[in-house]
């Protein structure tokens, strides 16, 4: 499984949490729509990851803290697996710490929005992450800029000699763009491209960083130096 839901396709869902209560919540707004069906539910990380090969959903609204295999586990094995490449994550949990939105980004999760969202804004999470959107809640971008702000000089000069050396002039510019949370008719706009232009950009600049989705252009955005907190 590959590539992006049409646009008239159902978004296939696979629910993960411990507690049946939260997944019923999330089962019965899900079912309130007419894009987005869930196609299978898990209690834990091991669960998880069967069902979503089993099942191959588009997107996986996965919780953190779980028996057996914790989602930032099963997170990494669903992303490093060639056969659910197509699979994006969703992480959703009440603990949203830096740690813990780091740990998701690096296991190669697609997104990171706190469980008190909103549920019109969860619905629009999941269907952003289909699209193969970056999305992180406010609070989340605000602990992942700290983050990177202490990460020492030399250690962010080494990772942008050794990985944007590759990209071009223009390619820097969009993943720049990516970082502050821009889309692609954003950046089109404030590029005067068309938008077909920058999603070639972007996917180029994926394919040559090693980057699995926009949320990876997002940290390497910031990792690197493209992008600073407080930068307009």
Excluded: C, W
């Excluded at 049946?20 to 834990?44: H, K, P």
């Excluded at 740690?99 to 999470?125: N, T, Y």
């Amino acid at each position: 499984m590959s590539g992006e839901p049409g646009p008239d396709a159902v978004i296939r869902v696979l629910l993960v949490d411990d507690q049946a209560l939260i997944r019923a919540g999330f089962a019965a707004l899900i079912g309130s729509t007419t894009d987005l069906r869930v196609v299978a539910e898990a209690s834990t990380g091991r669960e998880a990851v069967a069902a979503a090969r089993e099942h191959l959903p588009d997107v996986v609204l996965m919780d953190i803290r779980m028996p057996d295999v914790d989602g930032l586990q099963a997170t990494r094995l669903i992303t490093s697996d060639p056969a659910l490449d197509g699979v994006r994550i969703l992480v959703l949990t009440t603990f949203e710490s830096d740690d813990h939105v780091l740990g998701a980004l690096r296991a190669g999760a697609s997104g990171f929005m706190g469980k008190d969202v909103g549920p019109v804004q969860l619905l629009e999470g999941i269907r952003t992450v289909a699209g193969g959107e970056a999305l992180l809640s406010p609070r989340a971008t605000r602990g992942l800029i700290a983050r990177y702000l202490a990460t020492p000089m030399a250690a962010a000069r080494d990772l942008e000699d050794s990985v944007l050396q590759s990209l071009t002039e223009r390619e820097r510019e969009v993943v720049a763009l990516v970082g502050r949370g821009m889309s692609n008719d954003q950046i089109a706009a404030d590029l005067v491209l068309s938008p077909l232009t920058v999603k070639t950009h972007v996917n180029r600049a994926m394919a040559k960083v090693g980057a699995r989705d926009r949320a990876q252009l997002v940290v390497l955005a910031y990792q690197t130096g493209l992008v600073r907190a407080g930068q307009d």
